[in-house]
C-alpha cells in the first residue's frame, strides 16, 4: 500500500497571504489528523477529520481550517498568514481515528516558511 | 487526562553501545504506547506499539521497549546504536477514553558518535 502524501513538499509565501495544504491518506483510511511541528512548540494538534466531519480541534486560531473529501483526502488551509505561521506541517492517518489502539501513519510534511 | 514526559532532550551514545531513551506517562485508562522517529526533514516513522498484550514490544531496527505500570514508563532501548539510528524520537501516549486523545512527548535528540 502506498503511505500517507503530502503535497506540496516545501512551500514560500509572505505575510498575509494564505495556503493550502494537501493529504492523501493510506488507502482505506478514514482519519486523517494535522499536526503543527516547530522547534520551539514541538507536535502540536491541529484537527482530526473522519468521513468528512471534523471531530476534534487543537488550540489553535480560526485562521486555519480544513475540510476532508467523500475519498477521505484532506486539506488544510492557512489565511493571514503570520512569520510565526512558519513550521512542518504533518498529516496522519488512521483506520478509526488516533486514540485508543490505533496507529497512526505520518506523511513526510509540508515545510512552510512565510517571509 | 494523559500526559507523557521524555526525560532527556538530547542523549549521545557510541556508535554499537546500548541506547536508552527514557519516556514516563500518566493515563487516566488504560493507554496505548507509541515511539517513532523522526529523520530531519522527513515525517514521523512508527518504530512500535504497546496496546495491552506483552509489556516487552519489539519494533523495528532492534528497537524495543518495555512497558511498567508500576512505574509508569515505556523506556526504549537497542543493544547496539548505529549511526543511522541518529535522529529525534517521540514517545506517544493514547487514552482508551476517547478518540483523537494523543499526546506527544517533546522528544529526545539521539546523537551517535563513531
Known amino acids: 500500500k502506498a503511505g500517507v502524501t503530502q503535497t506540496p513538499r516545501y512551500l514560500i509565501k509572505t505575510r498575509g497571504q494564505q495556503v493550502t495544504l494537501s493529504c492523501s491518506p493510506i488507502s482505506g483510511h478514514r482519519s486523517v489528523s494535522w499536526y503543527q511541528q516547530t522547534p520551539g512548540q514541538g507536535l502540536q494538534f491541529l484537527f482530526e477529520?473522519?468521513?468528512?466531519?471534523?471531530?476534534n480541534k487543537g488550540n489553535f486560531p480560526g485562521r486555519f481550517s480544513g475540510r476532508q473529501f467523500s475519498n477521505s483526502r484532506s486539506e488544510m488551509n492557512v489565511s493571514t498568514l503570520e512569520l510565526g505561521d512558519s513550521a512542518l506541517y504533518l498529516c496522519?492517518?488512521?483506520?478509526?481515528?488516533?486514540?485508543?489502539?490505533?496507529?497512526?501513519?505520518f506523511g513526510p510534511g509540508t515545510r512552510l516558511t512565510v517571509l | 487526562a494523559q500526559s507523557v514526559t521524555q526525560l532527556d532532550s538530547h542523549v549521545s551514545v557510541s556508535e554499537g553501545t546500548p541506547v536508552l531513551l527514557r519516556c514516563n506517562y500518566s493515563s487516566s485508562y488504560s493507554p496505548s504506547l507509541f515511539w517513532y522517529v523522526q529523520h530531519p526533514n522527513k515525517g514521523l516513522q512508527l518504530l512500535l506499539k504497546?496496546?495491552?498484550?506483552?509489556?516487552l514490544v519489539k519494533g523495528i531496527n532492534g528497537f524495543e521497549a518495555e512497558f511498567k505500570k508500576s512505574e509508569t514508563s515505556f523506556h526504549l532501548t537497542k543493544p547496539s546504536a548505529h549511526m543511522s539510528d541518529a535522529a529525534e524520537y517521540f514517545c506517544?501516549?493514547?487514552?482508551?477514553?476517547?478518540?483523537?486523545?494523543?499526546?506527544f512527548g517533546t522528544g529526545t535528540k539521539l546523537q551517535v558518535i563513531p
Open positions: 506517544v501516549v493514547s487514552d482508551s477514553g476517547g478518540y483523537q486523545k494523543v499526546t
Open positions: 504497546y496496546t495491552s498484550a506483552a509489556t
Open positions: 477529520y473522519f468521513s468528512e466531519t471534523q471531530r
Open positions: 496522519a492517518s488512521s483506520q478509526i481515528g488516533a486514540g485508543g489502539t490505533d496507529t497512526q501513519y
